[in-house]
Each structure stands twice: as C-alpha cells, then as structure tokens.
C-alpha cells in the first residue's frame, strides 16, 4: 500500500477492495490496541497523575472511533496511534509497560 497516495488524496478510493479491507483492520486494530492501554493506564491509578494527558488521549480515542465509524480509516489510524503514543510513554517511563 502506498502511504503517499492517501495522504494526497484520502477521499478517493485507490485501492482495490482487498487493500482497502486490510487498511480498515489495520485502523480497528489498532483503536483496539489504544483501547487496552487506555484500561491498563486508568487500572494502574496514571489517569489521575497524568489527568490531562489522559484527556487528550481520551479525546483523539473518541475521534479515533467516530473516524472510524465514518469509514476515514486512514484519520482514524492516526488518531489511534497518536493518542497510543502518548500513553505508551507514560507506561515506559513509570516502568509500567508490559514486554511482549
């Protein structure tokens, strides 16, 4: 799949239907991923100690999913892994994230 062609035209459908599937999976698993780190963060007490980064994170899994819902994979993706990222930080630097 070739990034570069979403990211100049997200609207338009340049994939075949196998491609675009995967695209979809990629972007739901990957809200599925946010979604468990987002429990083991609130679990583990960080919510409270990092409020407004547990926020923000909460806000872009929020539009991670309408994204979603709305068939914009490739936004939701990135929301997905954007509000990820800051929560895996966290879960590194308080010795928190599990090795897999």
Do not use: C
Not at 36 to 54: E, N, P
Request: glycine residues 4%.
């Amino acid at each position: 799949m070739n990034i570069w062609k979403l990211q100049k035209a997200p609207n338009k459908n340049l994939f075949d239907s196998n491609e675009y599937m995967e695209f979809s999976e990629r972007a739901l698993k990957d809200i599925q991923k946010l979604e468990k780190a987002l429990h083991d963060f609130v679990s583990l007490g960080l919510s409270k100690k990092y409020k407004q980064v547990f926020d923000w994170a909460m806000n872009y899994f929020n539009d991670a999913k309408h994204f979603y819902e709305n068939k914009d994979y490739f936004t939701a993706f990135g929301a997905a892994n954007y509000a990820y990222g800051m929560i895996d930080a966290i879960l590194i630097a308080e010795g928190k994230k599990e090795d897999k």
